[in-house]
Each structure stands twice: as C-alpha cells, then as structure tokens.
C-alpha cells in the first residue's frame, strides 16, 4: 500500500492549487466572475486577481461584459480564450480495431470514429493510418489540441515508454508517447491503462474518497487495480494490479501451472468449448450455462470457482471496501459477481470472516474513454499552473 505523503506547502504550489482550482470552476461554468471565483474556492478577492491577471496575460482567459444582465451595469465575467481547445482519446486496447474520440475542453464529443485492422498489414502501418485519420479530423476543428489521451491494454512503464505487449506482440519495442509527442507537436500525452482508467472511473462515479476499492476486469485480458483514499496504487514500475499474471494450479501438479488469464478469460474459455467439441459463441455458452445445461456447467464452473478464490486472497491482501467486478460481455461479469456472492455467503462463518461489497461496473469502455478526457484535461491545467 502506497504511504501518504504529507505536502510541504509552499507559495508556488499554494499559487498553482488556486489557479488549478480556479480555472477548473471556469470549466464547469463557461464563464463567471472574480467574486463568484473568489466565493467558490474561498480565497481571497486580490488572491483570484493576481491569478486571473496571469492567466489572461498568458492569454489563457479573456474578460468581457456579461450579455446576462437585464438592469444596471454588465458585470465582467471571465471565460477561457475560444481557441482552446480540443484533447483526443485514442483506444489501443483492441487487436482488431483502434478508435478515437475528440472533446472539446467542455467535454462536449466533437468527432468518433473506429476502424477496423487489416489483419494482413503490419500492426504499426495500421497505427499510422490511424493517426492520420486523427490528424485530418483535427484539421476541421478550430481550436488547439491540449492533450492526448492513449488506452493501452498492459501497463505502461514510462522510464522506458513502453506497454506489456502481451496482448499485442507488436507493442514490443513500440515507443507510444515519444510516437504520439511526435506526431502531435505537444507535450500532454498520456499512456492509460485500460483497467486503471476504468478502476479511476468507477472509483470516482460514487466519491468514497475515504473508502477503497479492488477493480477487478475480466474480458479478452484479466487485470486488476486498487485504489485506497483517493490514491492510485500503481506499484514501483507501475505493474501492481496485474493479476491476470498470478500462477493457478489446474490440478496441483507443478506442470499444470497457468497465468489466471490463461484460465479465466474469454479466449481461454472459447478454447475449452473447441477442445470440448462444443460448437456456437461464447454468449451462447454463457446463456446455457444461466439456463443451467450441465455440459456448460462442466466448462464454466471451473473457471468461476477460481476467479472466486483468487478475489477471496486478494480481500486478504488489500481489504479493500468494494470489489468492482468488469467485463467487455456485461453478462459475464453478472455472471462472476453473482457467484463470487454466493462463495462469500459460504465463507459467512470462518473464525475471522470478511466483508466486502461486490457489483457488477457502472460503466462501459465509451465511459472509460471519458474518464481519459478527464486525466488529459487536468494534466492540461496542472501544465498551465507550472507553467505560468
């Protein structure tokens, strides 16, 4: 579990928490006032000066009169300056599509667009295809981009910009934020894991800043993330969540040993349906497995009695408030949620029980994609409070 660290307030990180603060009531407003800034954020009238003062002469914020007034004197209200901006949300997560998402700093979806992967071209041509198409939609937009947010489906270890490409093999040895810094001409790209980005999500979606929680996603990939009191913990190379990776035993035998992914995740169980001879998808598996048809029972209860005893030792590691339990196939993750359920009530009565609320993800990937904007655009501020 990460430490907390006491900050050591100074007049500069003083100064950057207000004009952080400050330009973030202007994002939700669109405009207001310095009495307004200076009520909501309860600082001082001279204190939202000097801030303001910098930032329009950064030419950041603009002040004008207000159009809203019906009697007396139009009051000056500040707003940000009309060219700023747009952030891009580029997922990477998939194998056979990368898509894109561009906001304009109100969050407002300017332009979507997914495209699907020729399989006979390299990866990396694909990339850069994608990136063009990017770049051609940017050009119809008015306004300056402000940062780029990339979905990656591994970790991510920034001292050597490089993702897990276990998933995708083409990964390996691709430099994503040194391609996309190239490419875009900023220095705002962020490289997101997916299951962080979602864990961030669903964490923020109720505010329990004082409690915990355990994200727990199994789709394609297995991965897992916590965060205790509002802090991400990530771990000392940025691989702490990667429970995809733990070794189960199929049947105790040392060379029966699998990754959990290898065991647990949709590929693994469309494999055991083939070695099986069982024919049709795996959502028609999973609803004759609800129907209660033995022979899905045979492939399934297997894989959901693991994913039951892996969440119970990670309740003893991290004790976390809530497991939150995801999936590309929502049915799925009903599915794990529900039996995880059932195999708590059966532990009720241990010497030392424990207790955790589990439910199923409020969110889909789209949500996620947000939850990048979201990142990318408060990177956006912090850049221009150290900055100025």
């Given amino acids: 579990m990460t430490r907390e660290k006491k900050q050591v307030l100074t007049v500069k990180n003083i100064r950057n928490v207000n004009m952080e603060n400050i330009l973030q009531s202007i994002l939700r407003k669109r405009e207001t006032t310095r009495s307004v800034l200076s009520k909501e954020n309860n600082i001082s009238l001279m204190t939202v000066k000097h801030v303001v003062d910098d930032l329009i002469e950064a030419k950041i914020l603009v002040e004008k009169n207000s159009c809203n007034s019906d009697v007396g004197r139009n009051p000056k209200v500040l707003e940000i300056a009309e060219n700023y901006g747009n952030i891009v949300c580029v997922n990477l997560t998939s194998k056979d599509e990368i898509?894109?998402?561009?906001?304009?700093?109100?969050?407002?979806?300017l332009k979507e667009q997914s495209m699907l992967l020729h399989q006979d071209r390299p990866y990396r041509e694909e990339l850069a295809a994608a990136i063009a198409a990017i770049q051609a939609e940017l050009k119809t937009i008015p306004s300056l981009t402000v940062g780029v947010a990339?979905?990656?489906?591994?970790?991510?270890?920034?001292?050597?910009?490089?993702?897990?490409?276990?998933?995708?093999?083409?990964?390996?040895?691709?430099?994503?934020?040194?391609?996309?810094?190239?490419?875009?001409?900023?220095?705002?790209?962020?490289?997101?894991?997916?299951v962080f980005a979602a864990?961030?999500?669903?964490?923020?979606?109720?505010?329990?800043?004082?409690?915990?929680?355990?994200?727990?996603?199994?789709?394609?990939?297995?991965?897992?993330?916590?965060?205790?009191?509002?802090?991400?913990?990530?771990?000392?190379r940025n691989m702490a969540g990667e429970v995809g990776k733990m070794l189960v035993s199929m049947d105790g035998r040392e060379a029966a040993y699998a990754t959990l992914e290898e065991f647990v995740s949709i590929s693994a169980v469309k494999q055991k349906m083939k070695e099986a001879g069982m024919e049709g998808s795996f959502d028609e598996l999973l609803i004759q497995y609800q129907a209660g048809d033995k022979r899905a029972g045979e492939i399934f209860d297997p894989v959901l009695n693991t994913i039951c005893r892996v969440l119970y030792n990670l309740l003893w590691v991290y004790n976390p408030t809530r497991i939150v339990i995801d999936s590309c196939k929502s049915d799925y993750s009903q599915v794990i949620t529900?039996?995880?359920?059932?195999?708590?009530?059966?532990?009720?009565?241990?010497?030392?029980?424990i207790?955790?609320?589990?439910?199923?993800?409020?969110?889909?990937?789209?949500?996620?994609?947000?939850?990048?904007?979201?990142?990318?655009?408060?990177?956006?501020?912090?850049?221009?409070?150290?900055?100025?």
């Fill in 199 to 236: 864990a961030r999500s669903e964490y923020d979606s109720l505010n329990p800043k004082m409690e915990s929680q355990f994200y727990f996603y199994c789709g394609y990939g297995v991965g897992g993330f916590f965060i205790h009191k509002d802090e991400a913990v990530a771990g000392a």
């Fill in 338 to 353: 529900e039996h995880f359920e059932q195999f708590m009530e059966s532990m009720k009565n241990d010497a030392i029980p």
């Fill in 99 to 109: 898509s894109f998402l561009i906001y304009d700093i109100y969050e407002n979806l």
């Fill in 150 to 194: 990339v979905f990656v489906p591994s970790a991510y270890d920034a001292s050597v910009d490089l993702v897990n490409y276990d998933l995708i093999p083409e990964f390996k040895e691709l430099h994503i934020r040194s391609l996309f810094e190239e490419k875009f001409e900023i220095n705002n790209i962020l490289i997101l894991h997916d």
């Fill in 355 to 388: 207790h955790v609320e589990a439910r199923t993800a409020k969110y889909d990937e789209y949500h996620m994609m947000r939850g990048c904007f979201y990142m990318a655009r408060n990177a956006w501020i912090e850049g221009i409070a150290d900055s100025i």
